[in-house]
């Protein structure tokens, strides 16, 4: 028997209705693979802000640095700033676990009605690079209230953290479609860009069996949307990187399909496995969210955990489900979140 130790992150809304279904399928497909999972669960959400003044407590990362995986719901809630809930605990966590990669993968599946009218056979994954970037602290603003009042954001891009997420990219495409598109947008923004290209470059020609691309960032939007079926991994920047994989999952057919998982390759630090999407307020609550996103999330993190076969169990599960039709009404089916997630325990034999 394997065993693992969880830290779990419900957060705020269905954050809190889609991490135990994921739970549910990780320890059914578990017992199958000899593999038992023992889950800690932490408050960590708006509502402890709105109560305590913090999203985690000060020691929040030490107590979850020696677990094996983190798995997290979402976090936001209206009447707390986004960005007190994304910088008190998603990026501290991100950054200080150096999980520089957040791996986005994108499919069209069965049962998952697309808004594209001839998304045939799409698969693609998209590669965020994850802890700098576009989103830094560094910047300020001056003359505020002022007709001259400015602002000025910096973004950083070094060269380890450019080349590490790369390399990632290059070496995931070699495990799969053989082809890389950097996404860049080198003919506007002259330093940080020209720098990125230059980089991937230099990575390209250590895999010379991959065919390497590079769109500017508005041309690849377009090109996700007239022809996502020639894509096999997207490599981006932190601001590139969030937006492509937002447009993708839509592009998929529903954000709450979509998985992430914020990945630090050495795994010097655990991993952190979240589905994109948010807490969605407007549906809290009631039963209904879909909990795939979730499911496949947890179904990430067995694959980085050394368990390609259970993994593939738990996706094959959660995707017959909706082949034969069972899904949420985001999806425009009719089950609720419990009755979805029956379906696909009964497909693991659970
Ligand atoms: P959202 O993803 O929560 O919701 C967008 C729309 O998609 C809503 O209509 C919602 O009902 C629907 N939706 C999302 N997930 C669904 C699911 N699993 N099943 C069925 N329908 C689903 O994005 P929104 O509304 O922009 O953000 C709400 C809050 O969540 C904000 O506070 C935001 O900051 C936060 N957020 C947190 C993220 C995270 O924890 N990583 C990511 C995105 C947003
Ligand atoms: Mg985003």
Known sequence: MTSYRIALIPGDGIGTE?????QALLDAVGKRHGIAFAYDSFDWSCERYLAEGAMMPDDGLDRIR??????LGAVGWPGVPDHVSLWGLLIPIRRSFQQYVNLRPVKVLDGVPSPLRDAGAVDFVVVRENVEGEYSEIGG????????????????????????????AYALAETRGQHVTSATKSNG????????????????????AVRGDKEHIDALAAKLVLAPESFDVIVGSNLFGDILSDLAAAVAGSIGV??????????????????VHGSAPDIAGQGK????????SAAMML????????????????????????????LGGSADTDGYTRAVLDRVGA
């Not at 889609?18 to 994921?22: E, I, M, N, S």
């Not at 020696?66 to 798995?71: G, I, Q, R, S, T």
């Not at 969210?289 to 979730?294: I, Q, R, S, V």
Request: proline share 10%; net charge negative.
């Open 303 to 330: 694959d980085h955990l050394g368990h390609p076969e259970a993994s593939a169990e738990l996706l094959a599960a959660a995707f017959g489900a909706l082949a034969d039709g069972i899904s949420t009404a985001d």
């Open 66 to 71: 020696h677990h094996d995986a983190v798995l």
């Open 141 to 168: 603003r001056l003359g505020r209230g002022t007709p001259d009042e400015l602002a000025v954001q910096e973004a950083v891009f070094t060269r380890k953290g450019v080349t590490r997420v790369v390399e990632y």
């Open 289 to 296: 969210a879909n909990p795939l996103g979730a499911l496949w």
């Open 258 to 275: 979509a998985p992430a998982a914020n990945l630090n390759p050495e795994r010097e630090f655990p991993s952190m496995f979240e589905p």
């Open 18 to 22: 889609v991490l135990p279904p994921a």
């Open 189 to 208: 923004i002259v330093h940080t860009m020209p720098f990125w290209d230059e980089l991937v470059a230099e990575v390209a020609r250590r895999h010379p």
